[in-house]
């Protein structure tokens, strides 16, 4: 039978100064008194129940495909991940967690996606992993199914929103093999290794939003007997013919006001 307490020697492992304290390199936790008596009451415990029954009640057991880190006190007390097998569990002072290393895989719910021209597409996908370090899949990261696959939404949004639709279509063994080195490059602190990624279904067009009309709004490009001007261009001397005739009907207004008085007087005379 293993015990949870065996001990090696592993080199650091590399990662941001954040996890620096987390992942370095293991030491033997050293207990208070208190935690010591806490320790050896459980420890005798256990082993004053009858014998028989108190290794199948005190026991967990590691399969293959899985690892496990142990937590004693709160602290982890071995190096590295403990390996398939049997092992002890002192009530009230350890705590076992296990983490599944076989391929797993994640879906990317289908999500509208915005292309370099503007076109809204539905695509879906799904995401292959597999946990290449347990101690970072425990320590490092909460959740990491979850963070994964919330990752992977983002990264497919950010890889084909800067291609066009044709592009896609036609470079989708790329974009596969680039989203895959991008989520393999972010959940590598997380003990995640990503083995591949693939587009599934049809890319489905929903919608072209109309860039063209935007980019008019912009630039508001007319075209007048063959030549394109600018609308603003166009709409000031629209202004400004309208402001002429209204001056000119106002001098008009005047001069036939200044011609009616004159005819006025002279019939008066």
């Known amino acids: 039978m293993k015990t949870s307490m065996d001990e090696g020697t592993t080199a650091p492992i590399q990662g941001d100064m954040l996890r620096e304290t987390m992942f370095s390199e293991y030491k033997k936790p050293h207990y208070g008194g208190f935690e010591n008596c806490l320790i050896t009451t459980s420890v005798c415990g256990t082993w004053a129940c009858t014998p028989c029954c108190a290794p ?128 393999d490059e972010a959940t590598d602190p997380w003990g995640i290794k990503v083995n591949r990624v693939e587009i599934t279904g049809k890319l489905r067009k929903v919608n072209l939003i109309y860039t063209e009309r935007v980019l008019k709004d912009v630039h508001c490009v007319v075209v007048v007997e063959g030549i394109k001007t600018p609308c603003f261009v166009i709409l000031f001397v629209y202004i400004y013919v309208l402001l002429q005739i209204y001056n000119f009907l106002i001098k008009l207004k005047e001069q036939w006001a200044l011609k009616l008085k004159l005819n006025v007087m002279l019939k008066l005379k």
């Open 56 to 183: 199948c009640c005190n026991v967990t057991i590691v399969k293959d495909y899985e690892r496990a880190i142990n937590f004693r006190m709160g602290r982890r007390n071995h190096n590295g991940a403990l390996e398939g097998g049997m092992y002890v569990v002192y009530p009230g002072i350890d705590d076992f967690r296990k983490v599944d290393i076989r391929e797993n895989s994640i879906n990317i719910p289908a999500q509208s996606v915005i292309t370099a021209e503007g076109l809204s597409i539905y695509v879906d996908g799904v995401v292959y992993y597999h946990v290449a370090n347990a101690e970072k899949a425990v320590l490092g990261i909460k959740d990491f199914t979850s963070a994964t696959r919330m990752l992977a939404q983002t990264k497919l949004r950010e890889v084909l929103g800067m291609k066009r639709f044709d592009e896609i279509q036609a470079q989708r063994e790329e974009i596969v093999e680039t989203l895959q080195q991008l989520l």
